[in-house]
């Protein structure tokens, strides 16, 4: 009985130094990615303290508990160039809302036609599209300027928008044509024994089952396109067409009249949208994400 106790007792201490082991991991696990994550969000809370001070505590008074709290930042941005700044988030979300139809019709549809229909060269045209996804932006900016400009259509936006209706986004393709491969041919063989052909299988059999790989393009084609600024500081030219961070930048430019914190004040505004975004739809993106590398 003496041992019997004696060797539960040990066992006992074991599992408690054990736990003990592996609760001191787990603090410092914990600690360390605390750390972390105030590093990562350390430059986020330095912007909104910022915008809620005057402009001459900025840069006098670097830390992150102002002495004078105003917002008058927010007000004088607001009107900063000679326009409410409404006009630049209903352009942002014009030119958002089309690229994410353009994206959703043109890749889904190349991305049925590459992974279901088969017609010569397939693969090559699959090898070409993935090939893309490499080609830096920069070098087809040119091309694509001189392009739009013989058509008159500088200061639309109608380059912004175009391309996002040919298919030009290389990885929503990819990303569609993997999810695409693991819907079982079985429901395309019934659709077409029922008369219906490519067109009618892919809409009414095909894009419902696409749904998580429809999400992920949407919130990707979302965030990319709002915080988007290269391509459209190189086709708007007026003012009154410019989206969120070309007005951004404009308002950098013009920065003795208003100071920094007009320009951190608006800047947090125009976060907004991708965080509200991004925290309604992070499960359907991960979800999205996970399902479509499944086989």
Same mark, same amino acid.
């Given at each position: 009985?003496?041992?019997?106790?004696?060797?539960?007792?040990?066992?006992?201490?074991?599992?408690?130094?054990? +736990?003990?082991?592996?609760?001191?991991?787990?603090?410092?696990?914990?600690?360390?990615?605390?750390?972390?994550?105030?590093?990562?969000?350390?430059?986020?809370?330095? @912007?909104?303290?910022? *915008?809620?001070?005057?402009?001459?505590?900025?840069?006098?008074?670097?830390?992150?508990?102002?002495?004078?709290?105003?917002?008058?930042?927010?007000?004088?941005?607001?009107?900063?160039?000679?326009?409410?700044?409404t006009v630049f988030f209903?352009?942002?979300? /014009?030119?958002?809302?089309?690229?994410? #139809?353009?994206?959703?019709?043109?890749? *889904?549809?190349?991305?049925?036609?590459?992974?279901?229909?088969?017609?010569?060269?397939?693969?090559?045209?699959?090898?070409?599209?993935?090939?893309?996804? @490499?080609?830096?932006?920069?070098?087809?900016?040119?091309?694509?300027?001189?392009?739009?400009?013989? +058509?008159? /259509?500088?200061?639309?936006?109608?380059?912004?928008? #175009?391309?996002?209706?040919?298919?030009?986004?290389?990885?929503?393709?990819? =990303?569609?044509?993997?999810?695409?491969?693991?819907?079982?041919?079985?429901?395309?063989?019934?659709?077409?024994?029922?008369?219906?052909?490519?067109?009618?299988?892919?809409?009414?059999?095909?894009?419902? /089952?696409?749904?998580?790989?429809?999400?992920?393009?949407t919130i990707f084609t979302? #965030?990319?396109?709002?915080?988007?600024?290269?391509?459209? /500081?190189?086709?708007?030219?007026?003012?009154?067409?410019?989206?969120?961070?070309?007005? =951004?930048?404009?308002?950098?430019?013009?920065?003795?009249?208003?100071?920094?914190? @007009?320009?951190?004040?608006?800047?947090?505004?125009?976060?907004?949208?991708?965080?509200?975004?991004?925290?309604?739809?992070?499960?359907?993106?991960?979800?999205?994400?996970?399902?479509?590398?499944?086989?």
């Amino acid at each position: 009985m003496t041992t019997a106790t004696t060797s539960l007792d040990s066992a006992r201490a074991r599992t408690t130094a054990v +736990l003990r082991r592996r609760g001191r991991r787990d603090l410092l696990k914990h600690l360390g990615l605390g750390v972390f994550v105030l590093l990562m969000l350390y430059p986020l809370i330095w @912007m909104i303290v910022s *915008s809620l001070k005057p402009d001459h505590l900025i840069l006098t008074e670097p830390g992150l508990i102002p002495s004078e709290v105003t917002f008058d930042n927010f007000v004088a941005g607001w009107n900063a160039l000679n326009r409410p700044f409404t006009v630049f988030f209903l352009n942002s979300l /014009l030119v958002t809302v089309g690229s994410i #139809i353009g994206n959703l019709f043109s890749c *889904s549809l190349t991305a049925y036609a590459l992974a279901r229909l088969e017609f010569r060269m397939r693969g090559v045209y699959l090898a070409i599209t993935l090939l893309s996804v @490499m080609l830096p932006m920069h070098v087809l900016v040119i091309p694509q300027y001189i392009f739009f400009s013989q +058509l008159d /259509l500088v200061n639309t936006y109608y380059p912004l928008l #175009i391309p996002k209706f040919l298919a030009t986004d290389a990885f929503f393709i990819y =990303l569609m044509v993997q999810f695409i491969r693991t819907i079982p041919r079985d429901l395309d063989r019934a659709a077409w024994i029922d008369g219906s052909g490519p067109f009618r299988t892919f809409w009414y059999v095909v894009l419902p /089952l696409m749904r998580p790989a429809l999400v992920t393009t949407t919130i990707f084609t979302f #965030i990319w396109t709002w915080n988007d600024f290269f391509v459209p /500081l190189i086709y708007l030219t007026s003012p009154k067409m410019f989206t969120v961070p070309v007005a =951004l930048n404009s308002m950098v430019d013009s920065e003795t009249q208003g100071g920094v914190g @007009m320009l951190f004040a608006m800047s947090l505004v125009s976060l907004l949208p991708v965080l509200i975004f991004f925290a309604i739809a992070q499960k359907q993106l991960i979800r999205g994400i996970a399902t479509t590398g499944l086989k």
